[in-house]
């Protein structure tokens, strides 16, 4: 239930600098002689093919493909109560409320109080006749929703177009633009399956509104995921500098082909400390296609909540962690409830590939073609069996958004239930009632155990658990009483098992399987 941490992520748009005045801070790092060489490392290693002295030629050839995106767009701007407007209606009872001043209050038909905002990000043209790839995030409208009032496009000549959205895919967080011109300078796709640990690459942006800013570095990690759901969390890890306005520029490989597209970054402070992430051209190319012929791009769906078997689900279930998934929710009518998928069931391989941290289900069901035949390996109960899925379209993210049911919320005070609550796990338990169903946003019909107290310092506590959650199921087993509970604990434990598997909803979201430790501390 608790959310991992592991810095922020942001995405690498433009925002308005400050620069700090009065002095520059620089921190010296100074290193120690005398470290070791590996017994067997050569004394020297011969520079590897391809290793540029400079990346000067490769610049001067890419750089004029490379554009600045600029959008404006006009966003309400939040009222503000005018102190003096209760004096002067005490003179003028009858005048316009709001007429000397406007603060956006709108009152009496008064116009409500605009400003102009915008984004600066990058991106790269990809033809001749001047079509445009960059981030969807940089385009979309106030809070993530619509568009932009309109975008400019900015070549590396200082040359201004204005560009139109061709189209926008907001789940792969693309976008394709167009700008009306001929013999363009162009870049093209790189095959980013082949690209290695290790390698060199460039980046060109327009990090803080610097057109033109180029930088260089390795790819760090390849598929990293930072979301640990969906498709597209598979990015493409480097060390080369991405700051905010990178967003929707190239990474290229050092044959000059694009094999990312830089869209975040993680940081504590919003600056670059080495870790920047790109879509790869694997994914971002077919995205791309669709929208410049005009068509949604297509992509399968099971209709399955999903969870990785992490470090406390696994041995819950007595499997090894990081291999397949645990479905937490089945949406009814999808592919995967008319195929008998159940909520518990473990996903192990999709068309005979293994289900991994880097090979997820959605992943792999992603890039399926829609109305084929897929083959899921799970294990229901302990036992496996093999279930065959006729693969959907996945919904739009505005459809999906609504499947997934609302936000969650937890009850604030009041006596919840005069029954003497039981404790197990650093959880107080009570059966579930009309009442606390009601307090605790719980959908009617809804069946459990809730829970009315949790001991910080438990291991409960440390994953997330509150008050006012439901217990649906303890190791796949419906409860309806605390003593269910706690016989299932005591049962696990004489087992040898060393954590259970709950099922927890907590008011109107999904549920989702949490694994607690039940080892003596």
Known sequence: MKPKESGKVRYAYGVAMALLLGGTAFSLATGQAGAQVAQNAPATMAPRAGAPMSFADLTARLQPAVVNISTKQRVPVKAQADPFEDFFRRFDPNGQQGGGVNNGGGGNGAEPRTREAGSLGSGFIISPDGYVVTNNHLIQGANGTGTVDSVTVITSDRKEYTARIVG????????????????????????????????????????????????????????????????????????????????????????????????????????????????????????????????????????????????????????????????????????????????????????GQNVTPEETVSYLVANTQVGSKATLDIIRMGKRQTVSVTVGERPTEEQLAKLGGGGATTPDGGDQSAATPQRVLGLSLTP??????????????????????????????????????????????????????????????????????????????????????????
Do not use: C
Not at 200 to 221: E, F, K, M, Q, R
């Open 168 to 351: 926008r895919d907001e789940t792969s967080d693309l976008a394709l633009l167009k700008i009306e011109g001929a013999n363009l300078p162009y870049v093209q796709w790189g095959d980013s399956t082949k690209a290695r640990v290790g390698d060199w690459i460039l980046a060109i942006g327009n990090p803080y509104g610097l057109g033109g800013t180029v930088t260089a570095g390795i790819i760090s990690a390849l598929h990293r995921g930072i979301t640990g759901v969906g498709a597209y969390d598979r990015y493409i890890q480097t060390d080369a500098s991405i700051n905010m306005g990178n967003s929707g520029g190239p990474m290229f490989d050092l044959n000059g082909n694009v094999i990312g597209i830089n869209s975040a970054l993680i940081s504590p402070t919003g600056a670059s400390v080495g870790i920047g992430l790109a879509i790869p051209a694997e994914l971002a190319k077919p995205v791309i296609d669709s929208l410049r012929r005009g068509q949604r791009p297509q992509r399968g769906y099971l209709g399955v909540g999903l969870q990785p078997l992490d470090d406390n689900i696994a041995p819950s279930l007595g499997l090894p962690k990081d291999m397949g998934e645990i479905v937490r929710s089945v949406v009814p009518s999808g592919p995967a409830a008319s195929a008998g998928l159940q909520q518990g069931d473990v996903i192990l391989r999709v068309n």
């Open 432 to 521: 579930l009632t009309p009442e606390i169903a009601h307090g605790a946003n719980l959908p009617a019909g809804t069946r459990g155990v809730i829970v009315t107290s949790v001991d910080p310092n438990s291991n409960a506590g440390e994953e997330g658990l509150q008050r006012g959650d439901l217990i649906v199921s303890i190791n796949q087993q419906p409860v309806t009483s605390p003593a269910q509970v706690v016989a299932t604990v005591d049962a696990a434990r004489r087992a040898g098992r060393s954590s259970v598997l709950l099922l927890v909803k907590r008011g109107t979201a999904p549920e989702t399987f949490v694994g607690i430790d039940v080892t003596p501390h």
